[in-house]
């Protein structure tokens, strides 16, 4: 089983990502967590904070070649049967360069469109994707405590983002409103984890 775990920045994916296969490990399932963009993307602090089509446009073909090489990766360790866990995978580069990109393609469903049709050599798609649903105006005290900061987490930005996530939920995403005690948002993710994976 391959789970991503979506969310604007500040909505505690990696902290949701790293406990659940805390959880699922102490419960015996074999796990695999990873991360999007992996360790082999580089990206510098100028390309963060650009927010021009052109930057947006870059940053999807480099980021989708990274998910290239990921994909590979991710198959490997399915092939183990192991729960594999992505931290972000191909609907965050949808949702953070999309609002960006709308300044080249014109609007949301076109550009989505657009998007999709580049990724289609990205065969391996996540069986559920958990999104931790938040208000961008919500996570200004979340991201204040951050030691780093990763350049994407400008509110008005993020209401952008968080409306391609909105758009993008289909019959395989589960939404976990993320101002939920941990352990709650916790004790959904797995509920719908072994629900599919017994």
């Known amino acids: ?46 390309e963060q904070t650009d927010r021009t089509a052109e930057n947006a446009a870059d940053l999807f073909f480099r980021f989708t070649t990274d998910r290239l090489f990921h ?34 393609l014109g609007d949301m469903k076109t550009t989505l469109e657009w998007m999709m ?3 289609r050599i990205i065969s391996r798609m996540p069986d559920i ?11 200004t005290s979340r991201i204040a405590r951050r030691k780093v900061r990763s350049g994407f987490e400008d509110p008005v930005y993020l209401k952008k983002v ?8 289909d019959k395989n995403w589960k939404v976990i409103d993320s101002t939920l005690p941990q352990e709650k948002v916790v004790e959904i993710a797995l509920e719908t984890i072994n629900g599919k994976y017994p």
């Open 129 to 139: 994707v958990i999104f931790l649903d938040i208000a961008p105006e919500n996570i």
């Open 117 to 119: 049709n580049v990724s």
């Open 162 to 169: 968080h409306d391609y996530y909105l758009k993008m939920i």
């Open 1 to 46: 089983m391959f789970v991503s775990i979506e969310g604007i920045d500040g909505s505690g994916k990696s902290t949701l990502a790293r406990t659940m296969k805390n959880r699922l490990m102490e419960l015996g399932k074999p796990v695999f967590l990873t991360k999007e963009p992996t360790d082999r993307f580089f990206i510098t602090a100028r």
């Open 71 to 104: 994909q590979a990766e991710i198959n490997r360790e399915l092939e183990k049967s192991r729960i594999v866990i992505s931290d972000r995978y191909v609907h965050s580069s949808y949702a953070y360069q999309g609002p960006l990109l709308e300044n080249l």
